[in-house]
């Protein structure tokens, strides 16, 4: 836990069974509560309150699976989604620290 209360908070969860797929989900508040449902079915979740997509968080994770979970109403400002800075800079970590987690 990055410890950003909003945007850009940046979690890492990890299940006792490694051998579960990896998932990264950019979410928003409401993905919150779907963290401690996924936590039992993945090994390893990067999990970061955003509304946009980062790739070198994708690059970096290698996930099996990538969710975006965003509340409808905010569809609108994603639909024109340009490519973002570093997950480093949005999230004030170090990509080092999340993939050694």
């Known amino acids: ?3 950003i209360w909003t945007q850009g908070n940046l979690k890492v969860f990890k299940n006792k069974n490694p ?6 989900i950019f ?9 401690p449902l996924l936590e039992e079915s993945f090994g390893r ?3 970061v309150a955003t509304g946009s997509f980062y790739q070198d968080v994708v690059e970096a994770e290698c996930p099996d699976f990538v969710i975006t979970e965003i509340a409808e109403r905010w569809i ?6 340009k490519p973002r800075g570093s997950i480093e800079n949005y999230c004030n970590v170090s990509m080092e620290s999340i993939c050694k987690v």
């Open 1 to 3: 836990d990055n410890s």
């Open 76 to 81: 609108t400002t994603t639909i024109h989604d």
């Open 27 to 35: 979410r928003d508040s409401f993905g919150m509560i779907l963290l």
């Open 45 to 47: 979740i990067v999990a």
């Open 19 to 24: 051998e579960l797929p990896k998932l990264v």
